[in-house]
């Protein structure tokens, strides 16, 4: 008789156990995403028109924006907002890079891409273009899409993705960052990305 | 001493003149002046600031919050700043994960409500930037409406 309770109440014991531990493993489950399909490595041109290759500079953490220097919203408002994640963290170790791409090389001449970096100063950014192929092959690895509109005399603008991709120290896309996302978000996953 | 005995009359003239009779002219023609439109400006642009660019690096943005507060309708239609060569108003416009900008000609804003500019929405939007725009300056912005208002507004440079 004995035994038959003791058998219950170890079954029981067993049951809460494994829920708990179960529930435990959910709650500390990591936000990081693995995007299979997305990503990977790409070859392109910096501002001081020197070769810039993934493979050799998957380095720190690295937030991949995909825009253009005249963009006037979009794109200086996402990289206000890496401006400002730098203030969190310690400026003189910063766990992470940003890497602007150029969705318009036609105009964002190296001189151009330069000009970018003096309105961030002490930002760890690189911009990069390169030949329209090149960028578009780069754009569809990361699921980009992009396209020139409002075509005017002197002016045009270029539709293309707001997000900006978290990308690990061995190059996987773990994070994607929508328009306007928190920075205490943004502050968490790098901190994660970082250790 | 004759000379001097109109002296007090002439003092309280000039008296009259400038603290009585300028004033009552003055509040006299202000409203032909005005042409019947209020002395107190209705239109009010608050937390005005323009995103930091280089001299010829292109563009740069302006974002600002717009209140309305006479009792009818008022329209926003044209930006202009010196800083520039040309100024419009702009619209980001998100679709899935893209981001695409529309040009807006007016901005209606109805009595009693304002309209807010901010980043991924409603925009200034700077063409070819004149100067530096350093972060910590502060430029000016003239905003016209519909009915004539204008009012010009000290911007800040700053990124947020």
């Known amino acids: 008789m004995n035994s038959i309770r003791f058998s219950k109440i170890y079954f029981l014991f067993c049951t809460v156990l494994t829920i708990f531990l179960l529930g435990g493993t959910r709650c500390a489950k990591s936000p990081l995403l693995d995007f299979q399909n997305l990503g990977g490595d790409f070859v392109l041109t910096d501002s001081k028109k020197e070769i810039f290759d993934t493979r050799k500079n998957w380095k720190k953490v690295n937030l991949i924006f995909f825009g253009y220097t005249h963009c006037p919203d979009v794109c200086p408002g996402t990289l206000n907002a890496l401006y400002s994640l730098m203030n969190r963290f310690d400026k003189n170790n910063l766990p992470f890079q940003v890497i602007f791409v150029s969705v318009d090389p036609e105009r964002d001449s190296y001189e151009k891409l330069g000009l970018l970096l003096e309105t961030y100063p002490g930002m760890p950014l690189v911009t990069l273009t390169g030949q329209a192929k090149e960028i578009e092959n780069t754009a569809k690895m990361y699921g980009v899409k992009f396209s020139k509109d409002n075509i005017q005399k002197d002016f045009y603008t270029v539709n293309h993705s707001s997000s900006v991709f978290a990308v690990d120290q061995n190059g996987k896309v773990r994070y994607i960052f929508k328009f306007g996302e928190s920075l205490d978000l943004m502050e968490r996953i790098v901190r994660i990305l970082a250790k | ?160």
């Open chain 2, 1 to 160: 001493m004759e000379r001097f005995a109109r002296l007090p009359v002439f003092i309280i003239l000039v008296i009259m003149i400038r603290f009585f009779l300028i004033p009552a002219l003055l509040i006299m023609i202000i409203p032909f002046v005005l042409n019947g439109k209020s002395i107190i400006p209705v239109m009010q642009i608050t937390e005005l600031r323009v995103n930091p660019a280089k001299k010829n690096s292109g563009i740069s943005a302006g974002y600002f919050e717009v209140g309305n507060f006479s009792k009818e309708k008022e329209t926003l239609v044209r930006i202009q700043a010196d800083f520039a060569e040309r100024v419009e108003i702009h619209e980001t416009i998100h679709k899935n994960d893209t981001v695409k900008m529309v040009k807006l000609e007016t901005i209606e804003i109805p009595s009693g409500k304002s309209v807010k500019f901010q980043p991924g929405g409603k925009h200034i939007m700077f063409f070819k930037i004149l100067k530096d725009l350093k972060e910590g300056e502060s430029v000016i912005v003239v905003f016209y409406f519909k009915s004539g208002q204008k009012l010009s507004v000290n911007a800040q440079v700053k990124r947020q």
